[in-house]
């Protein structure tokens, strides 16, 4: 199944949430009704919303419950996504200006703060306190995971654990709860959310490794912003961990590290991307991530067979194969 094909079959749900979406981030002061709207109108695989639509199959669906889960945690990426922007200095976001760079870093600062608001806002209008518990205990968490990175950034000697535990807080924990929050606002069953947390998390998990590899291995074109900016903020992802455990290669990667991180990132890193491509970091990421996607899977043999449980397989090995 093409994820075109899954969204396709979706798309009259997911207007509706595109448009809750653009409700949502409506405010009278132009400024901010502008910079949160030109990130809205970036796109994005919209992939959150689908987890909480396609987790909402498993239980009583109802649109009009489960869009309170579904537009508050796409907002919340997008809330993410304007932080991380002004974190890595990055000028570009899915080949579009990012907010910082169209106006400056404060108004892009003060612009996620209020998407933020406005999802937190939102959930209020569900009255299962377990919901809201969820969701403020992923925030505090995705807020670790960022700190926690700063913290790494040029840290030559983390581990394949330090590396795992940033990235299921950074990205998997929020795919995770799309897909419990979905079913739990449907009234599903507590095990079958349970179930799709996990898949969620796996999927996560998947979908971050292979970010990481785009990020070494992609083009401008595929990524809409040069390959190697994770490196050139310091941003050392699990190839290049890989990459640092072979002894012989490990002192040409220091070297070249060391060198990256005195230009303070604004260098050409062509060489490093070369020696990260020719080593076997590269596979044995890709195996890590394809690990994740037969685990994700795996958790979906216990649940219904339904069509969302053959979508949600479908989006699975989209996520492990992706090349955008």
């Given at each position: 199944?093409?994820?075109?094909?899954l969204?396709a079959?979706?798309?009259?749900?997911?207007?509706?949430?595109e448009?809750e979406?653009?409700?949502?981030i409506?405010?009278d002061?132009p400024?901010?009704?502008d910079?949160?709207l030109?990130?809205l109108?970036?796109?994005?695989?919209?992939?959150?919303?689908v987890?909480?639509?396609?987790?909402?199959?498993?239980g009583?669906?109802?649109l009009?419950?489960?869009?309170h889960?579904?537009?508050p945690?796409?907002?919340i990426h997008m809330a993410s996504?304007?932080?991380?922007?002004?974190?890595?200095?990055a000028?570009?976001?899915?080949?579009?200006?990012?907010?910082?760079?169209?106006?400056?870093n404060r108004?892009a600062m003060?612009t996620?703060d209020?998407?933020?608001?406005k999802?937190?806002?939102?959930?209020?209008?569900l009255?299962?306190?377990?919901?809201h518990?969820?969701?403020?205990?992923?925030?505090?968490?995705m807020?670790?995971?960022?700190m926690?990175?700063?913290?790494?950034f040029?840290?030559?000697e983390q581990t394949?654990?330090?590396?795992?535990?940033?990235?299921?807080r950074?990205t998997?924990?929020?795919?995770a709860?799309?897909?419990?929050l979905g079913?739990?606002?449907a009234?599903?069953?507590?095990r079958?959310?349970?179930?799709?947390?996990?898949?969620?998390?796996f999927t996560?998990?998947?979908?971050?490794?292979?970010?990481?590899?785009?990020d070494l291995?992609?083009?401008e074109?595929?990524?809409g912003?040069p390959?190697?900016?994770?490196?050139?903020?310091g941003?050392?992802?699990i190839?290049?961990?890989?990459?640092?455990?072979n002894?012989?290669?490990?002192?040409?990667l220091?070297q070249?590290?060391?060198r990256?991180q005195?230009?303070d990132g604004?260098?050409?890193?062509?060489r490093?991307l070369?020696?990260?491509?020719?080593?076997?970091?590269?596979?044995?990421?890709?195996?890590l991530?394809?690990?994740?996607?037969?685990?994700a899977?795996?958790?979906?043999?216990?649940l219904?067979?339904?069509q969302a449980?053959?979508d949600?397989?479908?989006?699975a090995?989209?996520?492990g194969?992706?090349t955008?």
């Amino acid at each position: 199944m093409k994820l075109l094909d899954l969204y396709a079959k979706l798309k009259k749900d997911i207007n509706v949430i595109e448009k809750e979406l653009e409700r949502s981030i409506d405010v009278d002061h132009p400024l901010l009704r502008d910079a949160s709207l030109h990130l809205l109108k970036a796109g994005g695989k919209r992939i959150r919303p689908v987890f909480v639509l396609l987790g909402g199959k498993f239980g009583t669906y109802d649109l009009e419950r489960i869009k309170h889960v579904a537009v508050p945690l796409e907002l919340i990426h997008m809330a993410s996504l304007v932080h991380d922007d002004v974190i890595d200095d990055a000028s570009t976001r899915r080949g579009q200006l990012t907010v910082r760079s169209k106006w400056d870093n404060r108004i892009a600062m003060y612009t996620g703060d209020y998407i933020f608001a406005k999802a937190l806002s939102i959930v209020t209008k569900l009255a299962n306190p377990a919901i809201h518990q969820i969701m403020s205990k992923a925030l505090v968490e995705m807020s670790i995971g960022e700190m926690e990175q700063i913290r790494f950034f040029y840290h030559t000697e983390q581990t394949v654990r330090d590396y795992l535990l940033r990235i299921k807080r950074k990205t998997a924990l929020l795919l995770a709860i799309s897909c419990q929050l979905g079913a739990m606002a449907a009234e599903a069953p507590d095990r079958t959310a349970k179930l799709l947390y996990k898949f969620g998390y796996f999927t996560g998990m998947a979908y971050q490794v292979r970010d990481d590899l785009l990020d070494l291995c992609g083009t401008e074109k595929e990524l809409g912003k040069p390959p190697g900016s994770d490196i050139k903020q310091g941003n050392i992802t699990i190839p290049v961990i890989f990459a640092l455990q072979n002894p012989e290669l490990r002192p040409d990667l220091l070297q070249e590290l060391a060198r990256i991180q005195a230009c303070d990132g604004q260098t050409d890193v062509s060489r490093f991307l070369d020696m990260i491509r020719q080593s076997e970091g590269i596979s044995r990421a890709e195996a890590l991530a394809s690990k994740y996607i037969d685990k994700a899977i795996g958790v979906l043999q216990e649940l219904p067979d339904i069509q969302a449980k053959k979508d949600l397989v479908g989006i699975a090995h989209f996520v492990g194969n992706r090349t955008y």
